[in-house]
């Protein structure tokens, strides 16, 4: 059979599906938002508290999809992935009442797991799992345009046509772009659903057997505490800022986050490829946690609020990088899919809850105070990444 000739071709096929797939199934929301709710005459709080519980779905069934990606390979379920993404896209633009349309979005979160970045993760583990952490860095370089991409061009679409019309188009590219590129990524499979690599590709686990269930929690703990600060932080990023003070200008600050989580990917496929993704994860929690402090210390400062954008965004932009990579240094390259599964469910599943969390903190204890917690939990993450550094330095060879 065909095979995928080249990782980098992979990579630049998964760049362009990641683009597509994020700006279509994440991005254009917010966006498309406010005339989803009038047509559904709603108020645009409870569309995202629909969104919310199709992530909570999405986090639920991400065990069972780590299973399949082990069991049939990361680009059958990515081609199927595609097909589901057009179908539920559909499904929302021609939902007749509100139902049906809260039943298609949580089919968008199922089908966002089946072709977002856990899934091309995988997939680049199966390919070539000791090139997997620089093709990793690869990938989100690329993928880190779509909201660069998608913004603009569903603001565009949406100026001369209807949401409705909108998905469908989305719908289209789904299909004619991002399910061909998964389909040839998957071509050439061996009996077990896996890409076929050579033996010496496969890759240990620098976590001793006995203790990966300990090593598993820490991670998964960390991972979904740093989780709980990204998402939280990025949905409030601008009335956060507005409400420290800046007023018109937290829409500008926040614009800078962007370019910095694509120059800190950048800098790091340059001169931090060869760094271990531990060491990465710990880079990526100080700079998210000093960000948020840098925020609090100098508030209402346009100057402070730049910096804490261009930090966030740095420290943010290494920890999609860091869910890709931890898990394949710390387990190896075996079960990779399972163990990704698991770990997606639990960062989805805060991500869910994170928007309201920091919501009602800063309703109820104020907005520094919610911010000094936020502070507190970076500290947690960087301490279990350090316990996980202690135990892999404990575990026998």
């Not at 709603?42 to 629909?50: K, Q, S, T, Y």
């Not at 800022?241 to 600050?253: D, E, F, K």
């Not at 261009?310 to 943010?316: Q, S």
Request: with cysteine; proline share 4%.
């Amino acid at each position: 059979m065909t095979a995928v000739r080249s990782p980098i071709a992979a990579v630049i096929a998964l760049g362009i599906t990641q683009i597509v797939g994020y700006g279509t199934l994440y991005y254009s929301f917010s966006i498309l938002a406010g005339d989803m709710a009038k047509d559904l005459s709603w108020p645009v709080e409870w569309l995202f508290g629909a969104l919310s519980a199709a992530l909570l779905v999405g986090g639920l069934t991400a065990p069972w999809l780590g299973n399949w990606i082990d069991r049939y390979g990361a680009g059958r379920i990515m081609t199927a992935g595609s097909a589901v993404a057009a179908l539920a896209l559909v499904a929302c633009a021609i939902a007749p009442d509100a139902i049906s349309f809260v039943i298609a979005l949580v089919a968008v979160q199922i089908a966002s797991n089946l072709v977002q970045y856990g899934a091309a993760f995988a997939l680049l583990v199966q390919i070539s799992p000791r090139d997997a952490q620089r093709n990793i860095t690869y990938l989100t370089l690329i993928a880190g345009f779509a909201s660069t991409a998608f913004w603009p061009i569903t603001t565009a679409l949406h100026a001369q046509m209807s949401w409705q019309a909108v998905y469908l188009v989305f719908a289209v590219l789904n299909l004619v772009v991002c399910l061909p590129l998964h389909a040839w990524l998957s071509f050439r499979r061996t009996g077990q659903g896996q890409v076929d690599t050579e033996p010496h590709q496969h890759v240990e686990g620098s976590l001793a057997v006995a203790v990966r269930p300990l090593g598993f929690a820490l991670m998964v703990t960390a991972l979904s505490v740093q989780n709980l600060v990204s998402a939280a932080i990025l949905v409030h990023m601008v009335p956060l800022l507005s409400g420290l003070g800046l007023g018109a200008t937290a829409a500008v600050v926040g614009t800078l986050f962007g370019p910095a989580q694509v120059l800190s990917r950048f800098i790091n496929m340059v001169a931090g490829i060869s760094l271990a993704p531990l060491t990465l994860a710990i880079i990526s929690a100080v700079l998210m946690t000093a960000g948020v402090g840098v925020l609090l210390a100098t508030a209402p400062s346009i100057a402070g609020a730049m910096t804490f954008a261009v930090i966030f965004g740095m420290g943010n932009g290494l920890f999609s990088i860091v869910t890709g990579a931890l898990p394949l240094a710390l387990f190896g390259s075996d079960g990779y899919g399972r163990l990704q599964g698991r770990a997606m469910s639990a960062r989805l599943i805060v991500s869910a809850v994170a928007p309201f969390a920091l919501a009602f903190a800063m309703a109820t204890i104020g907005i520094s105070w919610a911010l000094s917690f936020t502070v507190l939990l970076g500290v947690v993450a960087l301490a279990i990444f350090a316990a996980i550094g202690r135990l892999a330095v404990r575990s026998p060879s």
